[in-house]
């Protein structure tokens, strides 16, 4: 049987950017129109009665961030939409980077006010070192914002690759009157949106109706020269540089008020490619082969705090899941039986009996699979990319209660092994040491170690300042390097030696006396590592 029919519906993107552009407001309101859910939860503060759909932890419902990525399956004009909402804050880019790598796409949304801030450089670097497709959403157009044009060509430039506009603003603000839709010569009129979706939009045809200047004035004469000037001055839009990650097109909006969502999402089904090959380091993989492989991506513990559950996500790169089918663990041999396997809507989850290349499962899991593993019916496979940074941010932990030592290091482990934080054990014993890229990551394992294990913990900061993971051709070589500096070498979540320095002068001078030892800033699962390439 060809599953190719199935994999060709798939669309499976990551929505990135900046904290505060309004991308899980924009998470939500994709969900609203494709019908997956009927009412909206704006991300509102301590007191809020509802939530966003995608913030499930607590931490994030009190707080109005996202600080893990969620996961969402939908469907919509026949194709089925995996939707992966990503931490906007920087302090969790890892999670992120590792998110972007089981992504076929990307949705980056922009703040109209701020334009293309940091955060969103960093990741629009990974998704370009990918060669990721990126769709771009300008949102916020119901607020003073930057001109148009200045922000087409800030996209330009921080992109290095053109921007073709499907849709264009008749004003901004006060003014806002709507959007222009290049590509069907037609306004769709902006009416403030409420939280459920409505079908009586009006819209008006052709750019040179004169119903659109009576009614918008100079604010749709102005837009219509910017658009004469955009449509002579951008390249036609090219779907096939598109899909190579050398042309993204561009969407005005406000998602606050539904406005601007269906072409989006019209957009993604039309635009976005189905699920790419995928590169192992034995083979490509195509994914409209009839075996199943996958990798894991994600790793979530307690999504359901009354079952103390742990979630492996796997991003399916081929051939056809079906419930209770066994698949082998390639970094062990081993196999597992795959009875209780779930697809989500945010929390919400129910049993898979069957999915596809591109689709994301959930395989309860109790510390036999890692982030980084490949799963498959027997063949045996490593599926590379998947990147662990090295922490910049470390804390010694110890218990507030003795009594609690068992909570605390099943917690601290199986953060660990979900990438939430970063554990080190010292060679030489002591305290557990957490590394981390931001100070938050520290903030909310406290607060999770608090209200998931009930095991309170007290971090205080580490005289280390770096950490690399160290390799060698030579066992020996390795083994002569731990044994000489076991005061400052710990081992990693997965066992990897790491090397410890309190500051850069420390880290070269060991360097230098040990030429045939590597040091890395960067590893990828299962000891396969390199150096960093996008720190260079």
Same mark, same amino acid.
């Given at each position: 049987?060809s599953y190719a029919?199935?994999?060709?519906?798939?669309?499976?993107?990551?929505?990135?950017?900046?904290?505060?552009?309004?991308?899980?407001?924009?998470?939500e309101?994709?969900l609203?129109?494709?019908?997956?859910i009927?009412?909206?939860?704006?991300?509102k503060?301590?007191?809020?009665?509802?939530?966003?759909?995608?913030?499930?932890m607590?931490?994030e419902?009190?707080?109005?961030?996202?600080?893990?990525?969620?996961?969402?399956?939908?469907?919509?004009?026949?194709?089925?939409?995996?939707l992966?909402?990503?931490?906007?804050?920087?302090?969790?880019?890892?999670?992120?980077?590792?998110?972007?790598?089981?992504?076929?796409?990307?949705?980056?949304?922009?703040?109209? +006010?701020?334009?293309?801030e940091?955060?969103?450089?960093r990741?629009?670097e990974?998704c370009?070192?990918?060669n990721t497709?990126i769709?771009?959403f300008?949102?916020?157009?119901d607020?003073?914002?930057?001109?148009?044009?200045d922000?087409?060509?800030?996209?330009?430039?921080?992109l290095?690759?053109? +921007? +073709?506009?499907f849709t264009?603003?008749?004003?901004?603000?006060k003014?806002?009157?709507g959007v222009?839709?290049?590509?069907?010569?037609?306004?769709?009129?902006?009416r403030?949106?409420e939280?459920?979706?409505?079908?009586?939009?009006?819209?008006?045809e052709?750019?040179?109706?004169?119903?659109?200047?009576?009614?918008?004035?100079?604010?749709?004469?102005?837009?219509?020269?910017?658009?004469?000037?955009?449509?002579?001055?951008?390249?036609?839009?090219?779907?096939?540089?598109?899909?190579?990650?050398?042309?993204?097109?561009v969407?005005?909006?406000?998602?606050?008020?539904?406005?601007?969502?269906?072409e989006v999402?019209?957009?993604?089904v039309?635009l976005?490619?189905?699920?790419?090959?995928r590169?192992?380091?034995?083979?490509?993989?195509?994914p409209?082969e009839?075996k199943?492989?996958g990798?894991?991506?994600k790793i979530?513990?307690n999504?359901?705090?009354?079952?103390?559950?742990?979630?492996a996500?796997?991003?399916?790169?081929?051939?056809?899941?079906e419930?209770?089918?066994?698949?082998?663990?390639?970094?062990?041999?081993?196999?597992?039986?795959?009875?209780?396997?779930v697809s989500?809507?945010s929390?919400?989850?129910?049993?898979?009996?069957?999915?596809y290349?591109?689709?994301?499962i959930g395989?309860?899991?109790?510390?036999?699979?890692?982030?980084?593993?490949?799963?498959t019916e027997?063949?045996?496979l490593?599926?590379?990319?998947l990147?662990?940074f090295a922490?910049?941010?470390?804390?010694?932990?110890?218990?507030?209660?003795?009594?609690?030592?068992k909570?605390?290091?099943?917690?601290?482990?199986?953060?660990?092994e979900?990438g +939430?934080i970063?554990?080190?054990?010292?060679?030489?014993?002591?305290?557990?040491?957490?590394?981390?890229?931001g100070?938050?990551?520290?903030?909310?394992?406290?607060?999770?170690?608090?209200?998931?294990?009930?095991?309170?913990?007290?971090?205080?900061?580490?005289?280390?300042?770096?950490?690399?993971?160290v390799?060698?051709d030579?066992?020996?070589?390795?083994?002569?390097?731990?044994?000489?500096?076991?005061?400052?070498?710990?081992?990693?979540?997965?066992?990897a030696?790491t090397?410890?320095?309190?500051?850069?002068?420390?880290?070269?001078?060991?360097q230098d006396?040990?030429?045939?030892?590597?040091?890395?800033?960067m590893r990828?699962?299962?000891?396969?590592?390199?150096?960093e390439r996008m720190?260079?």
């Amino acid at each position: 049987m060809s599953y190719a029919p199935e994999t060709r519906r798939r669309r499976t993107f990551a929505i990135i950017s900046h904290p505060d552009a309004g991308k899980t407001t924009l998470t939500e309101k994709l969900l609203l129109f494709s019908g997956a859910i009927q009412i909206a939860g704006a991300v509102k503060g301590r007191k809020a009665s509802r939530h966003a759909t995608s913030d499930w932890m607590e931490i994030e419902k009190q707080r109005g961030i996202s600080v893990a990525s969620s996961v969402m399956q939908i469907e919509y004009r026949d194709c089925v939409i995996n939707l992966l909402d990503t931490p906007g804050h920087q302090d969790f880019s890892e999670d992120t980077y590792r998110v972007l790598t089981a992504v076929d796409a990307a949705l980056m949304v922009i703040d109209a +006010a701020n334009g293309v801030e940091a955060q969103t450089l960093r990741l629009i670097e990974v998704c370009r070192a990918r060669n990721t497709p990126i769709l771009t959403f300008i949102n916020k157009m119901d607020r003073e914002v930057k001109p148009p044009l200045d922000l087409i060509d800030e996209i330009e430039r921080v992109l290095g690759m053109p +921007a +073709a506009p499907f849709t264009w603003p008749v004003g901004m603000g006060k003014r806002f009157g709507g959007v222009f839709d290049l590509k069907r010569d037609r306004m769709r009129v902006f009416r403030a949106g409420e939280d459920r979706v409505t079908e009586d939009d009006e819209v008006i045809e052709g750019l040179e109706n004169p119903a659109c200047v009576e009614r918008f004035g100079s604010a749709f004469e102005e837009a219509k020269g910017e658009i004469d000037l955009v449509v002579g001055a951008s390249p036609e839009f090219d779907r096939e540089a598109f899909i190579a990650g050398r042309q993204s097109p561009v969407f005005f909006g406000s998602a606050i008020n539904n406005f601007g969502v269906r072409e989006v999402l019209d957009a993604l089904v039309d635009l976005a490619p189905a699920p790419l090959p995928r590169m192992a380091i034995q083979r490509k993989v195509e994914p409209t082969e009839p075996k199943f492989t996958g990798v894991v991506f994600k790793i979530q513990a307690n999504m359901d705090p009354a079952h103390r559950d742990r979630i492996a996500f796997v991003r399916m790169s081929s051939g056809h899941f079906e419930r209770g089918m066994k698949l082998r663990i390639c970094r062990t041999g081993k196999d597992i039986r795959t009875n209780t396997v779930v697809s989500f809507l945010s929390q919400r989850r129910e049993l898979v009996e069957d999915a596809y290349a591109g689709d994301i499962i959930g395989i309860p899991n109790h510390g036999l699979l890692q982030l980084g593993d490949t799963l498959t019916e027997g063949e045996a496979l490593q599926f590379t990319g998947l990147p662990f940074f090295a922490p910049e941010l470390f804390q010694t932990v110890e218990m507030v209660d003795p009594l609690k030592s068992k909570q605390l290091r099943q917690g601290l482990t199986q953060l660990g092994e979900e990438g +939430a934080i970063q554990v080190f054990r010292p060679l030489g014993g002591g305290m557990l040491l957490l590394g981390a890229v931001g100070q938050l990551q520290f903030e909310v394992v406290a607060h999770r170690l608090q209200h998931e294990y009930g095991a309170a913990a007290r971090m205080a900061p580490s005289r280390y300042q770096l950490a690399r993971w160290v390799t060698s051709d030579d066992p020996a070589e390795l083994k002569r390097f731990i044994d000489a500096n076991s005061h400052r070498v710990a081992h990693d979540a997965v066992d990897a030696p790491t090397f410890l320095a309190q500051h850069h002068t420390e880290l070269r001078a060991v360097q230098d006396l040990w030429k045939n030892i590597r040091f890395h800033a960067m590893r990828e699962h299962a000891g396969l590592m390199f150096q960093e390439r996008m720190a260079q």
